[in-house]
């Protein structure tokens, strides 16, 4: 009849139907110490049963895989996230040494320092070799002062129209006469 266990074995079976682990020994001991009540004919109440498993508390395997298996997951989940972020960083940090990428402040400094050459690069050609090439196709020396002043404020325009995009802009020496 339901509601009354015959003997000990038979309440342990009804335990491990209902998923908790329980070992013989174990309702052995525990009837023994009073912890699952007996009738006196040795039967036992499905009250008292449902009693034990609380006061002895009984854990069910598949709660507890569950539990750790979820504990387990997050954990892992969490090394995972580590790991691809560390991952990314050395990948980036390779791609560097392979000159893959550089700073944005070197970047910019070595832009800098190109614009600069070739700023100043034509300029002093043209002055070093003015004379030069004014007598070249018999030009008057005299005003190759003029000539290069006209020359460099034209140059300094013209590098500043096609640097206007990138915001750069080149300061050529101010004109002393026009």
Not at 50 to 77: C, F, G, H, M, N
Request: with cysteine; net charge negative; proline share 2%.
């Amino acid at each position: 009849m339901k509601g009354i266990f015959k003997d000990r074995m038979a309440a342990m079976r009804y335990i491990r139907r209902q998923g908790y682990k329980i070992a013989k020994s174990k309702i052995y001991r525990d009837c023994d110490s009073g912890l699952l009540i007996m009738e006196a004919d040795g039967s036992i109440s499905q009250a008292a049963v449902d009693r034990y498993i609380i006061a002895a508390e009984l854990d069910r395997p598949a709660e507890q895989t569950i539990v750790a298996a979820a504990k387990s997951d997050q954990k892992q989940s969490e090394e995972i996230r580590q790991l691809c972020l560390k991952n990314e960083k050395l990948e980036h940090d390779l791609a560097v040494m392979r000159g893959k990428y550089i700073e944005k402040t070197a970047a910019e400094s070595d832009m800098a320092d190109l614009i600069a050459l070739f700023d100043a690069l034509p300029r002093h050609i043209l002055q070093l070799n003015l004379s030069r090439y004014l007598s070249a196709v018999k030009a008057d020396t005299i005003h190759a002062r003029k000539f290069f002043d006209m020359f460099d404020s034209d140059y300094t325009d013209a590098v500043n129209q096609i640097c206007d995009t990138g915001g750069i802009w080149v300061e050529g020496p101010e004109n002393e006469s026009a």
